[in-house]
């Protein structure tokens, strides 16, 4: 900090500047013991801003601000307004190194004590860095080196590659103020003001200005700050004085409106990749109920909300969402054990997406070793702790497992050999590097200002240590830095090119540079950067999405490390799964679902106000879970029957009667046996068709007859073949056809034998229509009743195959008049001239001798009525069984037809005296 300058006043704040350490003359060190100018001025400011009258003004004021210590005289501090001490007032006392180190390690008040980076060049950027941690006790913690230290060396070292290898502004250097926000976005704003100070021109009361030779040079621009809450903060304030600002880690969505951070930039991209591929790695890991803990900061909240939506859009359930409280003292070990309690509360949601920062992550896996649930959890982590050694040191059983997301960065050409040369001696630039050896080393460097970390340590550095790979952890994420700084640079290069036409140096043009017009070049910029990897921001100003895939795991027992397992590019997630160990020896993700995949056969029944939890019923047996809604079964249709995995209806194979059963060969072997007898006795029937006896029993009538006897025996055929419309046709035909040409032959011939045999008890004359032809009349008038009767029926209800299912295990294809008996149509009127039959055969039962055909045909008849009255009740018995059914009917036809035969032709087949 400028000596001059201790007051600042801004239409925004006021800022009271730090007190120097202790000021020493030669030999001696001096403190004053009465209030000092810089105490009065405070003080008279304090009056001014409040309007209240001159009273004690609180010692806690400026806490933090000079470096003081209580003596008999009251308040002592040491002001850095004075050069000498005869200006400061009346006594002063002389101290001793000894009183020195007391007054400088009392409490640690002078904690922490303001220091700057500053590199002379023609043009400045400002740079904000987290030296220190952010400490919820005071305002910085403990140095950070990897994210601060490494960062602000980085920062340096590309600032010189950019002046004396590149060069690449004719004539211009580039400068640097750095300065540390602790991590802290209040600290953060209050160090900011520093960078806006050359950008005001008017300052409307002198007493506050500073003094002339306290003028400093205009800052460019902005690298930083770190986290995302911190840059808002910043961002609200540059954008006041048009200051561009690119962010190196900051990566909430938040900061991508550039309605609200117009002058803001950054070289890392959004968070919103990073949920986005977070939600990748969860479904890519099965999970589907998860917890998410978050950080209670732009950083975390706007995260959390993309988060959120994202997955419910994918159908993943969050279990328990946690804030983590940030910069409060709430936050202690209790706040965090009670976040691990809670994770516990839901033992199935083994998954957990953490995002936050590393201080904030660390507290939650001490908290998750103090708690014994160290194989409860598996982490998504967010970049905001991805690969820190503040999370992973010393809790590595708890981290062990983590996936977490890291914006894809390449090593910084040549600084690793850069930062492994550094030492005390040889870096006197870097205010902060003196504490960063004692902590890394873990000693005290003599001459140090004690604070509140480096007390602990036993022994003194001796400035000889060395930084080796060994000893060394580098943040993998300093290729953004790098690019933030190249970014400007180049920008200033575009710039310079433009407005100066190319001449070497400044013109004055950019004395200073306009803040607006570099932001424009800015935005524009595309360069190879020291990782050799092509840079440009997107239209949001932020850089190209690219993310590796990092895993924490135990490559040997009790060695743990961070591997690349993958990577997240344009939208597209690649994770090797062999390289990833949840456990040891266990490469198996673990389940995070609310609530088990239902068994087959069974349906869920939700858990209310759970969308991923629910309980499972088992469907009936005849039921499958509903393909269009799980929560309830569907019974399967009649015909099919659940598949194994009871998730589809199947078809049950279609059964009918088929020729290869064992019901169908029966028939048809009885057919085929008749229509051999038949064949062989209408071949007799030819050959002696000139007989006697052949001709009384009435030639043309016997072959309609045998015809009828036939076509019974074939019918059966049509009967046990597949079912088809056609088929079925042809069996409702002729199943009630055949009957009708034999009973009608039979009635015809009966009707005759019965007309002689009355005509010659009255009369000689013989009676009419008993001629062949007059025969063949009749029984084609009967035969055509049964053909008008089954046309009609045809067209009132066409024949047809159908499935037919008797029990709800059976498909049977048949033709529909065996469903629903329809068939007896058919048979009615066969029926009809069977029982007209039997009653001529009974009235020319005493007929003479040369008539007794009229007993075979009744003897015909009465076997014949026997038959079907069997057939009758066992064709409607037998509705459940169709094959049964069918059988039943082919082999009725069959005896009704070999009965026939037999009763009518047999006698006939030898009789010696009458076959002449």
């Known amino acids: ?4 300058c201790c007051w600042l006043a801004v239409p925004i704040l006021i800022i009271t500047l730090h007190p120097s350490e202790m000021r020493h003359f030669g030999d001696t060190h001096y403190a004053p013991v009465e209030e000092s100018a810089f105490y009065k001025r405070s003080l008279a400011r304090h009056h001014h801003r409040h309007k209240h009258k001159h009273e004690e003004l609180d010692p806690t004021f400026f806490a933090d601000r000079p470096i003081y210590v209580n003596l008999k005289d009251g308040m002592t501090f040491i002001d850095r307004d004075f050069g000498e001490p005869s200006k400061v007032g009346k006594d002063w006392i002389n101290m001793s190194n000894d009183q020195v180190g007391e007054l400088k390690d009392k409490k640690h008040q002078h904690w922490p004590i303001k220091r700057e980076a500053v590199i002379e060049g023609d043009l400045v950027l400002g740079g904000l860095m987290m030296v220190h941690e952010r400490s919820d006790n005071m305002t910085c913690g403990p140095v950070m080196p990897q994210g601060g230290v490494q960062a602000l060396e980085t920062m340096l070292y590309t600032l010189d590659y950019i002046n004396n290898k590149l060069k690449l502004i004719p004539g211009v250097v580039l400068g640097a103020h750095i300065l540390d926000d602790c991590d802290k976005d209040t600290y953060g704003l209050e160090m900011a003001v520093d960078f806006i100070k050359g950008s005001i021109s008017n300052i ?28 808002v903060q910043v961002a609200n304030l540059l954008r006041l004085f048009k200051i561009p600002q690119v962010s190196f880690f ?35 890991l099965g999970w589907s109920y998860v917890s998410i803990i978050y950080e209670e900061s732009s950083y975390g909240i706007k995260a959390f909300e993309e988060l959120e939506a994202l997955l419910a859009r994918n159908g993943i359930c969050i279990a328990v969402k946690e804030k983590l409280v940030k910069d409060s003292g709430v936050a202690d070990e209790r706040a965090y054990d009670e976040i691990v309690q809670k994770l516990l509360t839901k033992p199935r949601a083994r998954g957990a997406i953490i995002f936050g920062s590393d201080q904030e992550v660390a507290g939650v896996m001490r908290a998750v070793e103090r708690g014994n649930a160290t194989s409860s959890f598996s982490w998504v982590g967010s970049d905001g702790w991805s690969a820190r050694s503040l999370v992973s040191e010393g809790n590595e059983r708890a981290v062990e497992g983590t996936i977490s997301v890291q914006p ?3 090593d910084v050409k040549g600084f690793k050999e850069y930062f492994l040369g550094l030492n005390v001696k040889n870096n006197k630039r870097n205010p902060w590097f003196v504490e960063f050896w004692e902590d890394h080393f873990q000693c005290r460097y003599p001459g140090s200002p004690r604070t509140p970390y480096n007390g602990q340590y036993s022994h003194t550095c001796s400035g000889l240590e060395r930084l080796t790979d060994n000893n060394t952890e580098f943040e993998r994420q300093l290729q953004f830095v790098s690019d933030a700084v190249m970014a400007f640079a180049y920008a200033i290069r575009d710039m310079h090119g433009a407005v100066c036409a190319g001449r070497p140096g400044l013109c004055d043009a950019m004395r200073p540079a306009s803040g607006a017009d570099l932001l424009r070049y800015l935005r524009k910029v595309n360069f190879i950067g020291l990782s050799e990897d092509e840079f440009h921001f997107d239209s949001n100003g932020d850089g190209p999405a690219r993310y590796n895939i990092l895993h924490f795991k135990q490559v040997t027992r009790g060695v743990y490390r961070w591997e690349n ?3 997240y590019l344009d939208g597209e997630l690649q994770l090797n799964l062999d390289k990833i160990q949840f456990k040891w020896g266990e490469r198996r993700p673990p389940e995070s679902v609310c609530s088990a995949e239902c068994e087959l056969g069974q349906a869920k029944q939700y858990v209310e106000g759970e969308s991923c939890c629910w309980h499972c019923f088992n469907c009936t047996q005849y039921e499958i879970r509903s393909p269009y809604v799980e929560t309830a079964c569907m019974v399967c249709p ?4 659940p598949d194994p995995t009871r998730t589809q209806c199947r078809q049950i194979p279609e059964a009918y009667l088929r020729p290869d059963s064992a019901w169908a060969i029966g028939a048809m072997s009885f057919s085929s046996v008749g229509i051999l007898l038949t064949a062989f006795v209408c071949g007799v029937w030819v050959r002696h068709s000139s007989t006697p006896v052949v001709r009384a029993s009435g030639r043309e009538l016997s072959y309609v007859l045998l015809a009828g006897i036939l076509m019974c025996y074939l019918v059966t055929f049509a009967l046990v073949f597949r079912p088809t419309d056609i088929l079925c046709s042809i069996q409702r035909f002729g199943t009630g056809f055949c009957f009708t040409v034999v009973y009608a032959a039979l009635l015809t011939k009966t009707n005759r034998i019965s007309r002689i045999f009355n005509a010659s008890k009255h009369s000689a004359k013989r009676p009419i229509l008993i001629s062949p032809s007059s025969q063949l009349a009749i029984c084609a ?16 209800a066409p024949a047809r195959a159908m499935f037919h299912y008797p029990t709800r295990e059976d498909n049977m294809l048949v033709c529909d008049s065996y469903v629903d008996a329809s068939y007896m149509i058919a048979f009615f009127y066969p029926i009809v001239l069977i029982l007209v039959c039997t009653v001529y055969a009974v009235l020319t039962r005493k007929i003479p001798e040369a008539f007794n055909e009229s007993k075979h045909i009744g003897f015909t008849m009465y076997t014949t009525c026997v038959i079907w009255l069997a057939f009758v009740p066992l064709y409607f018995g037998t509705a459940s069984h169709v094959p049964l059914r069918v059988t039943s009917m082919a082999v009725t036809i069959s005896l009704s037809a070999s009965v026939t035969l037999i009763c009518l032709f047999s006698p006939k087949f030898y009789i010696p005296d009458d076959c002449v």
């Open 1 to 4: 900090m400028h000596p001059g």
């Open 204 to 231: 409307d009361d002198a007493e506050y200005a500073c003094n002339a030779t306290a003028v400093r040079k205009v800052i460019s621009g902005v690298v930083g700050a770190a986290s995302s809450v911190t840059s």
């Open 250 to 284: 900051s990566t909430s969505p938040e900061l991508s409106n550039k309605a609200r951070f117009e002058y803001f930039t950054r070289t890392i991209p959004s968070d919103l990749h990073q949920v986005r591929a977070m939600v990748e790695i969860v479904k890519k």
């Open 408 to 410: 894809q960065a390449n």
């Open 565 to 567: 397992v993958g990577q």
């Open 638 to 641: 009649r015909g099919t029957l």
């Open 781 to 796: 008038a009967l035969v055509s009743i049964q053909v008008l009767i089954v046309v009609v029926w045809m067209i009132v």
